[in-house]
């Protein structure tokens, strides 16, 4: 995501006060860390619930089917934030 399109987010967040990042990299030192520090710096004041992130658990990714389907977010884990983030 370089460059980041930094107006189109400023624009977006001051225009709902809400902001939902989802992404297939870990949470901690990802793109959706940095998303939500340049929304931090640049439009806090705009926010009317916390920046949700969306992402991988910070822990190494299993190898088993089975846990991967419960490691990797799904459509639902997606759904349910951005419901989350609105009713707040």
Known sequence: MKPL???????????T???????VGWKTYGITAEIAATIAEEAFGALKAPVCRVSLPDVPAPASAPLEKAYYPSQYDIIRSIKHVCAG
Do not use: T
């Open 17 to 23: 006060g809400r902001l939902v990042i989802a992404d």
């Open 5 to 15: 399109d930094k107006p189109l987010l400023l624009e977006s967040v001051n225009k």
